[in-house]
């Protein structure tokens, strides 16, 4: 099992930044990839970004830019550095893991993801 706790979300006005946080425990044998997921009230969960053991990294066309993921492994944390923030990026922000290989083009799809945290609220006012 593998446990996962955000932090960091919060409110801000546009043009602003927000820096969220993941921390891991428990069992996570490489390869796996780390992302973080958003969703709008009304709206599916979509994929922001993702990192991998192996260093790929992919980032959704809406928030190239000006979100960057990074993570520290010594200390387990995945990281989402949100700047320029719009409106359209407030929703309830997941950290979620994927234990095992992956296609590339699969890293943004939330079905490969195998565990997921409880959620961190952005919210981006105009």
């Known amino acids: 099992q593998v446990q996962l706790v955000e932090s960091g979300g919060g409110s801000v006005q546009a043009g602003g930044s927000l820096r969220l946080s993941c921390v891991a425990s428990?069992?996570?044998?490489?390869?796996?990839?780390m992302a973080w997921f958003r969703q709008a009230p009304g709206k599916e969960r979509e994929g922001a970004a993702s990192?991998?053991?192996?260093?790929?990294?992919s980032i959704a066309d809406s928030v190239k830019g000006r979100f960057t993921i990074s993570q520290d492994n010594a200390k387990r944390t995945l990281y989402l550095q949100m700047d320029s923030l719009k409106p359209e990026d407030t929703a309830m922000y997941y950290c979620?893991?994927?234990?095992?290989?992956?296609?590339?083009?699969?890293?943004?799809?939330?079905?490969?993801?195998?565990?997921w945290g409880q959620g961190t609220q952005v919210t981006v006012s105009s």
């Open positions: 979620a893991v994927a234990l095992g290989g992956r296609q590339r083009w699969l890293l943004l799809q939330a079905p490969e993801y195998n565990f």
């Open positions: 428990g069992v996570m044998t490489r390869p796996y990839y």
């Open positions: 990192i991998g053991t192996d260093a790929t990294i």
